[in-house]
């Protein structure tokens, strides 16, 4: 069974999030999309929230599960029987992010594979620091959110 792991603070869930999720769905068996909790950090939205707006979300695709996890990424993958991770890349900076923590998470954990899938241009934009920034000022974020999350914001 392939077993994938998308992980993020999803704080708030994009249309670009539901987009990479839902073009990893016909590659795996199971997805897991993983709201990871930095107990030193508070978020813009409640992880409880968050688990609501992705359940929300997802709630007719019976492949995906949502779980919110602590500690080490690779960790968490193995805790789920996970052998690889899903990772958006919309720019060349979020590729070499991306690029040196996939290298580490190898050095730490060789069995799981980091998969990176393309943003679609029309969400390259699409972030949720800029949406919570625009959320924060009291500004329509309607077009970057997905319609089912919009009442949980």
């Excluded at 996890?69 to 958006?88: H, P, Q, W």
């Excluded at 060789?110 to 699409?126: D, N, R």
């Amino acid at each position: 069974m392939k077993i994938a792991l998308f992980p993020g603070s999803f704080d708030p869930v994009t249309k670009a999030h539901v987009d990479i999720v839902k073009r990893s769905i016909g590659l795996f068996d199971k997805i897991y999309i993983g709201i990871g909790v930095n107990s030193s950090k508070s978020g813009f939205l409640s992880v409880e929230t968050r688990e609501k707006m992705l359940r929300a979300v997802f709630e007719n695709e019976p492949k995906i599960h949502i779980v919110a996890y602590e500690g080490l990424t690779v960790n968490f993958c193995k805790s789920i029987g996970a052998d690889y991770m899903i990772r958006g890349i919309r720019t060349v900076s979020d590729f070499e992010y991306e690029k040196a923590i996939a290298q580490m998470n190898h050095s730490l954990v060789p069995e799981i594979e980091s998969i990176f899938i393309v943003s679609k241009p029309g969400y390259s934009s699409i972030s949720s620091t800029i949406v919570r920034e625009i959320m924060r000022y009291n500004g329509d974020v309607a077009q970057f959110i997905p319609k089912e999350a919009l009442a949980y914001l």
